[in-house]
């Protein structure tokens, strides 16, 4: 998902490097290589295949000479943590090894791109690209003819810090959860905004735990006990962080909401009839798969093939079954409107259901609802005073 996401906010067509084991297979590598990715390999990989990468990269400095953009993903892999790691090598060297066969004329620079997704895997979420200052390989030029391994450490370095300035680095690994579920108590009502997007309010965040860190200890931990302990009682009494940050839920607002839901229960069955299929079945096939952030990546793979196949017979199903014709198309292309409607239908749903649950714990003065209230307010109060 992260080469799809450059690849629909640029220009042109870049060649991008991926992971080796994704081309094992013959159609699939074909597929590859027709999109024009290249393999790298890995030391995981087998060390025999290393040489192969000689290949690879001598190929990468001819893209660099053709001034066709490269698009390299530095980390190596991936973790389900919002924090840049240790960047390899790879990318410098190919930059520095192109600059020298083209006796350093060729004033590469190395584009740094922040990619920040709401949610790994849930449907119509916010998907936000930044892209930074470029950085001149061509400073480090000297010091790579001096010392080559220095350069390459030093380049390393410079991406690594201009990287971190466009993306969520939560660098503390102790207070990770806590920080990281604090983005989403008090960001969390910002992300569908897309003017001003939520990684940006992070970053702010983020900053000012760093400094409180440094300046008040003592109050920095109090706002990661609350944080953690929001956390595990909203989860446990099943409370999204928006309804627990409203002042009210009037109960005619909520019953004029589940009439609503009522009368509109037919158009949710008939917008999830089509779309399910194309959305749901491939939940169903990836759920075996253990790296949880590739999954969204084979789940687009999937829905996409399956909407080349199953459109196509849904159309002739609708002039078959429907007449006249003007009928079966409007019927055809009712299909994905009222799909995004369904999906509108659920997070009412979720609303209106979530409304009425916080009403019961008030009316009922559920000691542990008013306990998680008085540690949200708290909290919300001691970020804003930051």
């Known amino acids: 998902m992260d080469a799809l996401a450059v690849l629909f906010t640029l220009k042109g067509q870049p060649v991008f490097l991926a992971r080796a084991d994704i081309f094992k297979k013959k159609f699939i590598a074909s597929l590859l290589y027709f999109l024009k990715i290249l393999p790298v390999y890995r030391i995981r990989d087998g060390y025999a295949s290393l040489k192969d990468n000689n290949e690879i990269f001598d190929k990468t400095i001819d893209v660099l000479r053709n001034k ?10 991936h973790e389900g943590f919002r924090r840049l790691r240790q960047l390899k090598k790879g990318i410098c060297r190919i930059a520095f090894q192109a600059e020298e066969a083209s006796d350093f004329k060729l004033n590469i620079k190395i584009i740094p791109v922040g990619i920040e997704f709401t949610h790994y895997s849930r449907y119509r979420q916010v998907l ?3 892209y930074g200052r470029p950085v001149e390989v061509s400073e480090f030029n000297e010091l790579y003819r001096k010392s080559p391994e220095i350069a390459l450490n030093e380049l390393r370095n410079k991406l690594s810090s201009e990287m971190k300035r466009i993306m969520v680095h939560i660098d503390s690994e102790e207070d990770y959860e806590a920080i990281d579920e604090l983005r989403s108590i008090v960001n969390g009502r910002f992300s569908d905004k897309v003017r001003f997007p939520k990684l940006f309010r992070d970053r702010i965040l983020i900053e000012k735990l760093n400094r409180l860190k440094v300046n008040d200890i003592t109050l920095f931990k109090r706002i990661c006990t609350l944080s953690l302990q929001v956390k595990e009682k909203a989860k446990e009494l099943n409370i999204d962080y928006r309804l627990l940050a409203k002042k009210k839920h009037p109960l005619g607002w909520l019953i004029a909401g589940f009439a609503g839901l009522i009368a509109g229960l037919p ?3 008939y917008g999830n009839i089509f779309n399910l299929t194309i959305l749901e079945i491939p939940n169903f096939q990836v759920r075996k798969i253990k790296d949880v952030q590739f999954r969204s990546s084979l789940k687009y793979g999937y829905s996409l093939a399956l909407a080349f196949i199953v459109t196509p017979i849904v159309l002739i199903l609708s002039f078959v079954i429907f007449s006249p014709w003007w009928l079966s198309i409007l019927i055809f292309l009712s299909l994905p409107v009222s799909g995004l409607i369904a999906w509108l239908y659920y997070l009412e749903f979720n609303r209106i259901t979530g409304g009425f649950r916080i009403r019961n714990y008030i009316n009922s003065k559920n ?3 008013l306990t ?3 540690n949200h307010n708290e909290l919300i109060s001691l970020v804003a005073a930051l």
């Open 372 to 374: 998680l209230n008085k």
């Open 367 to 369: 000691t542990e609802y």
């Open 267 to 269: 158009l949710f069955i």
């Open 68 to 77: 066709n953009g490269l698009v390299i993903l530095p980390e190596g892999s």
């Open 128 to 130: 936000t690209v930044v």
